[in-house]
T-cell receptor, first 112, second 117 residues
Framework: DQQVKQNSPSLSVQEGRISILNCDYT??????FLWYKKYPAEGPTFLIS?????DKNEDGRFTVFLNKSAKHLSLHIVPSQPGDSAVYFC???????????FGIGTKLQVIP | GAVVSQHPSWVICKSGTSVKIECRSL??????MFWYRQFPKQSLMLMAT?????????EQGVEKDKFLINHASLTLSTLTVTSAHPEDSSFYIC?????????????FGNGTRLTVT
């Protein structure tokens, strides 16, 4: 049973445009959500997070939106840059960073 | 930022042999280490959680006698795949966290690609 779902395996976006990566979850006990970025042959690196008490968190070009009623979150990247091309993992946990559950990842390609 | 060094980055071994993977936290004390495994086209799956100085807690379906985890210090955790078989071929990755840091993101190693022939 996959508790964190990323239904789009890949996404292509033109440089300068907005990239929207989506994530759905099924476990209503999750109260902390994270996005990680992963380049080939490297481990995931933390990008941005949001707790369940918020519905939006912004950090530079990256914004995460949380819709608790729909159990849905999304990551917006504006403007998209070629260096953003990577696999993005959505992750969720209960009570902090312990036992983070990952989605399968979405491969983003930003076309120059 | 915090760095977790994982070695080796890739390893090929023969069926029946054992392989040890090391994870070191270089600039922070990793009171907790998480070990994940990723098969092709699947997500990172948590295998086990280890706290420094205590036994690891394994997720359901993960054989603790096959995947030996040692977390003897605040900067080093090891995963030993014993009597490896081809089905153990996978991408193994560790991550470290600090006790009491609610909401602090995990810091990942670069992973180890294990191929068992």
């Amino acid at each position: 049973d996959q508790q964190v779902k990323q239904n789009s395996p890949s996404l292509s976006v033109q440089e300068g445009r907005i990239s929207i990566l989506n994530c759905d979850y099924t476990n209503s006990m999750f109260d902390y959500f994270l996005w990680y970025k992963k380049y080939p042959a490297e481990g995931p690196t933390f990008l941005i997070s949001i707790s369940s008490i918020k519905d939006k968190n912004e950090d530079g070009r990256f914004t995460v939106f949380l819709n608790k009623s729909a159990k849905h979150l999304s990551l917006h990247i504006v403007p998209s840059q070629p260096g953003d091309s990577a696999v993005y993992f959505c992750a969720a946990s209960t009570g902090g960073y312990q036992k983070v559950t990952f989605g399968i990842g979405t491969k983003l390609q930003v076309i120059p | 930022g915090a760095v977790v060094s994982q070695h080796p980055s890739w390893v090929i071994c023969k069926s029946g042999t054992s392989v040890k993977i090391e994870c070191r936290s270089l600039d922070f004390q990793a009171t907790t280490m998480f070990w994940y495994r990723q098969f092709p086209k699947q997500s990172l799956m948590l295998m086990a959680t280890s706290n420094e100085g205590s036994k690891a807690t394994y997720e359901q379906g993960v054989e603790k006698d096959k995947f030996l985890i040692n977390h003897a210090s605040l900067t080093l955790s090891t995963l030993t795949v014993t009597s490896a078989h081809p089905e153990d071929s996978s991408f193994y990755i560790c991550s470290g966290g600090m006790r009491g840091s609610w909401g602090s993101p995990l810091h990942f190693g670069n992973g180890t690609r294990l191929t068992v022939t």
